[in-house]
């Protein structure tokens, strides 16, 4: 087992068990539900990095993040013209 996997994992279990720590009513969580967004979670993961399709539709995502974060930046700089250096967080106006 790969120390990525057995990261992702604790990370899993940590989530899930610091949402039954915050649960107000910890009997009448249904363990049932939880365990198939689990595995729904687990194969959409899995198909979105295992075949080449689904490795281009999370790249197409990212970049349509990474237009609309260049565009939120283009504003700022037209709302603050001044006092701005060229890069914020390394993004660069163009």
Same mark, same amino acid.
């Given at each position: &087992? #790969? &120390?990525?996997?057995i990261v992702n994992i604790i !990370? %899993?279990?940590v989530y899930l068990g610091i949402a039954f720590l915050f649960s107000k009513k910890k009997k009448a969580i249904n363990?049932? #539900?939880t365990a198939i967004v689990l595995v729904l979670n687990l194969v959409i993961a899995w198909v979105l990095t295992s075949f080449s399709w689904g490795r281009e539709a999370v790249q197409a995502a990212?970049?349509?993040f990474n237009w609309l974060v260049q565009v939120a930046y283009q504003g700022i700089v037209f709302a603050y013209q001044t006092g701005l250096p060229q890069t914020l %967080? !390394?993004?660069?106006s163009q």
């Open positions: &087992m #790969s &120390m990525y996997l !990370g %899993v279990l363990w049932k #539900s990212a970049d349509g %967080v !390394g993004l660069r």
